[in-house]
Every structure is written in C-alpha cells, then in structure tokens.
C-alpha cells in the first residue's frame, strides 16, 4: 500500500510544468473576439489558443464586458485581458504580451462624398461624425472640440455606425480599419463604396494583458511561442484571414499626433 501511494505522489510530482493553465477574459468585438456556434472565434482568440497549445498550456475563454473583464484581471491570477492597447495608464497594472496587431482608427465617408475634403483637425467641426459610444475615439473626437450629439452622433456599435453612414445621417465615421473590413464583409457592401479621408490615431498597439502575478516562466514561453507563429508566417496568415489586407495610405492626413499627451482612463474600451 505505501509502495502503491508513493508511487503515485512521485508521479504526480513528476508531471510537467505545462499542466499549468491560463483564463481569458474579452468582450465581443468582432473580428477581434466574437462567438459563433457556442465558441469564440476571431484572430486575437484563434492566436492565443494557438500560443498556449505551443506553450504546453491549457486556456480558458470567456466572454465578458469589457469593464468585468478588466476588473477581473486585476484581480485574478493566471489570467489574460485582450485585446487591450498598452497605455502609460495600465503600464504597471499588468504583465505585457506582444504587440500582436496595430491599432488604426480611421475617419470613413462615402466614396460619392468628394466634397468632404480634410487637411487639419479643426475642419472636423463642419461635419457631424459618428463614433462607438464610449469609446477611445469618441473621447478622442471630444478633444478635438466636436460635442456629442452636435458635431458627433454616436451609436452603440461599428454596425449601426456604417449604417448611419450609408443613410447619410452622418458624413463621416470614426472606426478602426480591420473593423471597417469586418463590416463591409458581413454586410455584403463593396469597399469600393467606402473611403478613408484621415488617420484619427494610428499610436497603439495591441497586446495581451496578463495578471501580474502571473509566472514569468509562463509569459516566456507564450511569447517565444508568439515568436515562433510569426517567424512561420502563421500570424500574417491569420491577420488576412481575420483582418484582411494591410492597407494603411500614407497619403492621408494623420491627426495621431493631437492625441500625444492625451491620457486614456485605464477602463476606457480599447478602441
């Protein structure tokens, strides 16, 4: 019997460290994270679960708002935030993985609008912009000096943004560029109808954020997984299957730069 048992403690000590598991909290914003038939899908989503699995780690998802899900975090060992851009504010709040994609907001018109026309922030104020509610952008064009519900109309998702656009109650909408391609997708419209005039913000990046007192042996390994999926192409891969091609115009008007010494509140929704 005592043979029996030490037999069976040595081989549960013996086990490997990758038995070791992570959860992950997000929100729905597709093509980032999204559910489909009970999973959740996307290109953030599909590339940690592929990262743990190199990394000999078991993962958990879960959808949650993005407040509850930032809260817990904090909160929570063994535990990741995505997808969540990396601001001074958060910097000592977490433990930092990536940068796995970049963040582009663009202002959107319709491509028979010519008449709009931009060269500097301060045109802005002559249109009326949509912007998802609560969100970095909107707060962004607030600096700018448009007022919500005067120069801004904003809407509680990029879908019914576009579909504000597309009726011309508004002239032009603020929307991340993978986002704007996830939309013309789905809604079956032609990008040809679309056009960018401006780069709202094109500074961050995107992350995985981890609980601080998540190992740093763990963190090694899912970034040298990280490492290993873009050496192999599998993260461009993925970034076209989700995010299509990488379009960024130089041509355009960038305003990225009035937003240097702009401080984002650390719940702010990542876009």
């Given at each position: 019997?005592?043979?029996?048992?030490?037999?069976?403690?040595?081989?549960?000590?013996?086990?490997?460290?990758?038995?070791?598991?992570?959860?992950?909290?997000t929100?729905?914003v597709?093509?980032?994270?999204?559910?489909q038939?009970?999973?959740?899908?996307?290109?953030?989503s599909?590339l940690?679960?592929?990262?743990?699995?190199?990394?000999?780690?078991?993962?958990?998802?879960?959808?949650l708002?993005?407040?509850?899900?930032?809260?817990?975090?904090?909160?929570?060992?063994?535990?990741?935030?995505?997808?969540?851009?990396?601001?001074?504010?958060?910097?000592?709040?977490?433990r930092?993985?990536?940068?796995?994609?970049?963040?582009?907001?663009?202002?959107?018109?319709?491509?028979?609008?010519?008449?709009?026309?931009?060269?500097?922030?301060?045109?802005?104020?002559?249109?009326?912009?949509?912007?998802?509610?609560?969100?970095?952008?909107?707060?962004?064009?607030?600096?700018?000096?448009?007022?919500?519900?005067?120069?801004?109309?904003?809407?509680?998702?990029?879908?019914?943004?576009l579909?504000?656009?597309?009726?011309?109650?508004?002239?032009?909408?603020?929307?991340?560029?993978?986002?704007?391609?996830?939309?013309?997708?789905?809604?079956?419209?032609?990008?040809?109808?679309?056009?960018?005039?401006?780069?709202?913000?094109?500074?961050?990046?995107?992350?995985?954020?981890?609980?601080?007192?998540?190992?740093?042996?763990?963190?090694?390994?899912?970034?040298?997984?990280?490492?290993?999926?873009?050496?192999?192409?599998?993260?461009?891969?993925l970034?076209?299957?989700?995010?299509?091609?990488?379009?960024?115009?130089?041509?355009?008007?960038?305003?990225?730069?009035?937003?240097?010494?702009?401080?984002?509140?650390?719940?702010?929704?990542?876009?």
């Open positions: 019997m005592h043979l029996r048992l030490s037999f069976r403690l040595a081989l549960l000590l013996s086990l490997p460290a990758h038995a070791a598991g992570l959860t992950a909290y929100e729905h597709p093509p980032l994270t999204y559910q038939d009970g999973q959740i899908r996307g290109y953030a599909e940690l679960t592929t990262m743990a699995g190199k990394a000999g780690l078991t993962l958990r998802q879960q959808l708002p993005w407040p509850r899900a930032y809260v817990t975090v904090l909160n929570t060992p063994d535990s990741v935030l995505y997808s969540t851009v990396r601001t001074p504010e958060r910097e000592q709040q977490f930092w993985l990536g940068p796995i994609g970049k963040r582009r907001v663009y202002l959107y018109r319709l491509a028979v609008r010519n008449d709009i026309q931009l060269t500097t922030p301060g045109q802005l104020q002559q249109w009326r912009i949509g912007a998802v509610r609560g969100s970095a952008s909107q707060t962004q064009l607030q600096q700018l000096g448009l007022r919500p519900g005067i120069e801004q109309d904003n809407a509680p998702d990029d879908a019914s943004n579909a504000k656009l597309r009726l011309g109650r508004v002239d032009m909408i603020a929307m991340l560029d993978w986002a704007m391609y996830w939309q013309l997708q789905q809604a079956g419209i032609s990008s040809q109808q679309i056009r960018p005039v401006a780069l709202l913000d094109g500074q961050e990046q995107y992350w995985f954020a981890l609980n601080r007192q998540t190992a740093a042996s763990t963190i090694t390994r899912l970034q040298n997984a990280l490492r290993g999926l873009e050496h192999s192409g599998f993260v461009a891969q970034q076209q299957k989700y995010l299509g091609p990488d379009k960024q115009t130089a041509a355009l008007p960038d305003f990225s730069q009035q937003f240097q010494s702009a401080r984002w509140r650390p719940l702010q929704r990542h876009r």
